[in-house]
């Protein structure tokens, strides 16, 4: 790692770890299945042993409560290594694919294959989380990896490095800290495939990157999810669902419920139980709740301030800004002409916009960036239906909200703006091998019909090929 102790003036260079790695890469060594089993076994002792560690880190960082760091940075891990571990001997078997009749003679099997070296880039939020579950991908495929956390939680970054340092080899598996230098210095290189997740911004630059050597990308970005609730729904149900996905992490999760189309209807009576709920989850006074996420920043903290000018305060909207909290906030008379209405809020900050028709709901979402998540509260199955087929979504859930990312059977990903690629169980393992077709053909006969010096060949494939 001599080339990241140049002096400080100079921009960080990588060419070396990564020839490092590629060495390694082509050894073979990572292709195992026992090689990559060995290493899940490694990371899931390592996480385990560092419990402590990562929920002090992540309070540190973000005054995460321990109920919230042990669910979204420790357990949801440790959950997809033994998923993945239980898995991967069979996924790593190459698939046996039909041969048509024009192909008689032949075999042909599709082999996944790793990618090689891989870059992972992750945000603050869930550091741990949307580092690790990235590199479970990575290990499974038979890749090696180089990994930069966040620059904005760097007790979490500390223990990430020190957790990938002491358990992997640098020329198998490497943790660069560091902000935007850094990153833009390791996009310079030529990766076989990259990992980002972040912003939708951050997100075109990395796209911008890669294309230089036409690397591979998984994009998992942001942007505003969307929630309706139509006038059918489990009004109780709904409103703490949202507010459990909303205000978890205080709403610093990209597939947080961003707004909230309910139907005028029943606005009244949503609004009442969604502060109920607040209050029982968050008390009545959140800005001192211990179990009550802060906001990572003074930046987001000043940016999330400013949202709440101009639509109503319907509940909440105080603020401590020395422990860099604000209130579960929810906004009525909300426009589009809104600030909070034109980036991703990505806070404890709810807009609410009653609706009269599911048209205009339907219309207004897809004129806009195609969502990270969407969420749907009803008990109606033909809007269900509707919903599900006329806008293009990310992934998301009826009747919850965030749970669609828990379970490793589901790819979890965007769309258009909001992402390409998906990951988690075995869509982690795709992510990070290449999909490899092989035909084996037979030498026992040599079907003639493919050489134009054969009589008739031309009318035979005019037929085989229709
Ligand atoms: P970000 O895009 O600012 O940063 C993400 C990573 O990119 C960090 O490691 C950062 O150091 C690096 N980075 C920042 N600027 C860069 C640049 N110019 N060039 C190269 N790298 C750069 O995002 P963030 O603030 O850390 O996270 C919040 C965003 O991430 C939100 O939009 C959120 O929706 C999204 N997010 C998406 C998912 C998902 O799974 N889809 C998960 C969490 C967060």
């Known amino acids: 790692m001599e080339q990241l102790l140049s002096s400080s003036t100079e921009a960080p260079e990588y060419s070396s770890l990564l020839a490092e790695q590629r060495e390694f890469f082509q050894t073979g060594a990572t292709r195992t299945y026992i090689f990559r089993k060995t290493q899940l076994e490694k990371l899931y002792k390592a996480i385990s042993d560092n419990e402590r560690l990562i929920l002090e880190a992540v309070n540190k960082d973000l005054h995460k409560s321990e109920f919230e760091g042990f669910f979204a940075d420790v357990a949801l891990i440790l959950h997809e290594i033994s998923y993945v571990k239980k898995h991967l001997h069979?996924?790593?078997?190459?698939?046996?694919?039909?041969?048509?009749?024009?192909?008689?003679?032949?075999?042909?099997?599709i082999y996944r294959e790793p990618y090689g070296v891989n870059l992972v880039v992750s945000p603050w939020n869930y550091p741990f989380q949307l580092t690790f579950i990235p590199l479970i991908g990575a290990i499974a495929g038979g890749n090696t990896a180089i990994v930069k956390p966040s620059e904005l939680t760097p007790n979490s970054s500390a223990l990430i490095t020190k957790i990938i340092t002491d358990t992997f080899p640098i020329e198998y598996i490497s943790c660069v800290e560091g902000g935007v230098e850094v990153s833009t210095a390791l996009l310079k290189e030529k990766f076989d495939h990259i990992f980002f997740t972040g912003s939708v911004e951050v997100g075109s630059v990395v796209m911008r990157a890669a294309?230089?050597?036409?690397?591979?990308?998984?994009?998992?970005?942001?942007?505003?999810?969307?929630?309706?609730?139509?006038?059918?729904?489990?009004?109780?149900?709904?409103?703490?669902?949202?507010?459990?996905?909303?205000?978890?992490?205080?709403?610093?999760?990209?597939?947080?419920?961003?707004?909230?189309?309910?139907?005028?209807?029943?606005?009244?009576?949503?609004?009442?139980?969604?502060?109920?709920?607040?209050?029982?989850?968050?008390?009545?006074?959140?800005?001192?709740?211990?179990?009550?996420?802060?906001?990572?920043?003074?930046?987001?903290?000043?940016?999330?301030?400013?949202?709440?000018?101009?639509?109503?305060?319907?509940?909440?909207?105080?603020?401590?800004?020395?422990?860099?909290?604000?209130?579960?906030?929810?906004?009525?008379n909300v426009s589009w002409k809104h600030p909070v209405m034109n980036e991703e809020i990505f806070g404890p900050i709810l807009p609410i916009i009653p609706f009269n028709s599911l048209d205009e709901v339907v219309m207004e979402i897809n004129n806009r960036p195609k969502p990270l998540a969407l969420y749907l509260f009803t008990e109606n199955d033909s809007i269900k239906k509707r919903i599900v087929e006329e806008i293009s979504f990310g992934g998301g859930s009826i009747n919850d909200t965030l749970f669609h990312l828990t379970t490793p059977h589901l790819p979890f990903g965007g769309v258009g703006s909001s992402g390409h690629g998906s990951y988690h169980g075995i869509h982690s393992y795709k992510c990070f091998t290449h999909e490899k077709s092989v035909l084996s053909q037979t030498t026992k006969f040599d079907l003639s019909v493919r050489y134009h010096t054969t009589k008739g060949a031309q009318s035979i494939i005019r037929k085989l090929f229709k």
């Open 90 to 109: 069979k996924w790593m078997k190459p698939t046996n694919i039909k041969t048509p009749l024009t192909h008689f003679g032949s075999r042909c099997k």
């Open 211 to 332: 294309s230089e050597h036409l690397t591979p990308v998984t994009l998992e970005l942001g942007g505003k999810s969307p929630t309706i609730v139509d006038k059918s729904a489990n009004l109780k149900l709904a409103a703490r669902r949202i507010a459990w996905g909303k205000f978890f992490n205080s709403g610093q999760t990209c597939i947080a419920p961003d707004y909230i189309y309910v139907s005028s209807h029943i606005q009244k009576e949503f609004l009442s139980l969604l502060k109920e709920e607040i209050k029982r989850l968050y008390s009545e006074d959140p800005l001192s709740y211990k179990e009550y996420t802060h906001i990572v920043n003074d930046r987001h903290f000043k940016r999330l301030q400013n949202l709440m000018d101009g639509p109503s305060i319907y509940y909440g909207g105080k603020v401590d800004e020395t422990t860099l909290v604000i209130e579960p906030t929810i906004l009525t």
